[in-house]
């Protein structure tokens, strides 16, 4: 079992920033891939950004070149760094780890961008 815990949501307005933190424990490896999803009202989960132990990253169309993930490999954490937000991005941000056919997930935090 690994646990994920998010935290650095918040109110933000149209072209702010904020940053994201995601710890995890548990039954973690140094080799898993972790990555953010997203999912606003009404629409399905949807994929932000993942990075590799060996920190190649991906990231949607959408979220390039304003969006940054990392992670502190020892410490088991991966960040998300959003700049230039928009209204649309509004959605509760999961931290996930993908783990053969399943992924783990955390609780969620919410991000709200005001218009």
């Known amino acids: 079992q690994v646990q994920l815990v998010e935290s650095g949501g918040g109110l933000v307005q149209t072209g702010g920033s904020l940053g994201l933190s995601c710890a995890a424990s548990g039954s973690i490896f140094k080799t898993d891939v972790m990555g953010w999803y997203r999912q606003a009202p009404g629409k399905q989960r949807e994929l932000v950004a993942t990075i590799t132990s060996g920190g190649i990253t991906r990231y949607a169309d959408s979220v390039k070149g304003r969006f940054t993930i990392s992670r502190d490999t020892a410490e088991n954490t991966v960040y998300l760094q959003m700049n230039n937000l928009k209204p649309e991005e509004t959605a509760v941000y999961y931290c996930?780890?993908?783990?053969?056919?399943?992924?783990?997930w955390g609780q969620g935090t919410q991000v709200t961008v005001s218009s």
């Open positions: 996930t780890v993908p783990r053969g056919w399943m992924n783990y």
